[in-house]
């Protein structure tokens, strides 16, 4: 989903891309990770193939360990071979997610609320491990949506087009971030060249999946009713971070709120109310 969307974004901000997902390049192997990063030199690798499937983590955990974890390092160690500046995306998921005034960039992470968010954590470590410092940028996002791939809104927009009420929980809070809105402050990190952590997400405050939700259907112009619930009505194999904002640290960064972002996604996706 980012890599997609990232990429136009990052030609229209004068940074010509090359583009490579499965099986094109493995970032696991570090055979096919030289073969690409030899074939398309550039100047810096933005790191944003994962094993993303929360749920599936828990009992998956070689493999989302091999993506999130061991690939990540050796992407790390192919640029730190090559010079190249890495910039590695990570999410709000390496925190417990038990703390309502949110996490800063500098909050020491872990214990991470799950599965997928200790891979992730190590993968940040190994990150951290390979490369030279001030050469690179663990950059944390989290709730990203964007026009390509499964995420929270497309669901949502989806479910509530076919029925006339949808139930979503209320007591878990974060930052809805659009994929262009990354794609911008990567570029902007860079320009500034930021380096170590950065929390990269959209403004306006937390707000729970279901405010959220109920302002996608609003601005969609659906009819459906949108009910508050709990997290404990919907038991998932995975635990979610209930307070996991991510704080953004950097005043300087361009920081749109999240309904003007999610009201350019429903122009982009053809989904906003006429
Ligand atoms: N989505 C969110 O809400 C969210 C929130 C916070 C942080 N993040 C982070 O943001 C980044 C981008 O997330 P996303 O939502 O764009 O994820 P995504 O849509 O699942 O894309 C990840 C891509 O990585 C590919 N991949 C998996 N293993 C690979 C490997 N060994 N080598 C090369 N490619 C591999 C996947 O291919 P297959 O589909 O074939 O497996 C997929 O195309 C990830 O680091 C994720 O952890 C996401």
Redesign the pocket.
Known sequence: ?????AAPAFEAAGFPVAG???PA?????PE?LARFLDAHPADVVV???????VDGAESRVDEAS???AA?AGAVARACAERGLFLV??????VFPGDRPHGYSPGDPPGPAVNA?GRT?LE?ERAVAAAMPPGRFLVC???????R?????PDAILRLSAARGELRVVDDQWGAP?Y?DD?AGQIVALLRAGAAGIAHAVNGGGPVTRFRFAEALVKAAGLACRVVPCATAEFPRPAARPRHGWLRQGLPTLPVRSWEVAMCDYLRATGRAAA
């Open positions: 989903m980012f890599g997609r969307d490579g997902d499965l390049v493995d970032i696991a192997s096919s790191n944003a193939a994962a094993y993303t499937d091999r993506a999130n690939g590695h995306l990570s999410t709000d998921h997928y992730k993968g944390r996002t989290q709730w990203l949506y964007g390509t791939g499964r995420s929270f971030t994929t990354l």
